[in-house]
């Protein structure tokens, strides 16, 4: 059982930054593929980055690509989402996600969730 809280949400201006935190409880983090997903008001939840149980394989949605950093620290059960460049259409709900094994971009292979953290990038 792996129990997920997120932090560092906000309201940021365009062009801010925020780093998104996502603590893990358990022994056996490194197993764990994470990931973040976000959902907008009145949109589905969407894959945003993904990164391998040993930090070595990352990925990016096209939206957040070059904006985005998705990071973690194994020794302190932690995963983290940087975001640069912040627009307008990045406001949403973020998740952060974990699942034993592979990495996917797909949510529904994942099996442990966070409560979410609102960000919101104002104009």
């Known amino acids: 059982q792996v129990q997920l809280v997120e932090s560092g949400g906000g309201l940021v201006q365009a062009g801010g930054s925020l780093r998104l935190t996502c603590a893990a409880s358990?022994?056996?983090?490194?197993?764990?593929?994470m990931g973040w997903f976000r959902q907008a008001p009145g949109k589905e939840r969407e894959f945003v980055a993904a990164?391998?149980?040993?930090?070595?394989?990352?990925y990016y949605a096209d939206s957040v690509k070059g904006r985005f950093t998705i990071s973690r620290d194994n020794a302190k059960n932690t995963m983290y989402l940087q975001m640069n460049s912040l627009k307008p259409e990045d406001t949403a709900v973020y998740y952060c996600?974990?699942?034993?094994?592979?990495?996917?971009?797909?949510?529904?292979?994942?099996?442990?969730w966070g409560q979410g953290t609102q960000v919101t990038v104002s104009s």
């Open positions: 996600a974990a699942r034993r094994g592979a990495t996917y971009y797909s949510q529904n292979r994942y099996d442990y």
């Open positions: 358990g022994r056996t983090f490194s197993a764990y593929a």
């Open positions: 990164i391998s149980g040993n930090g070595g394989n990352t």
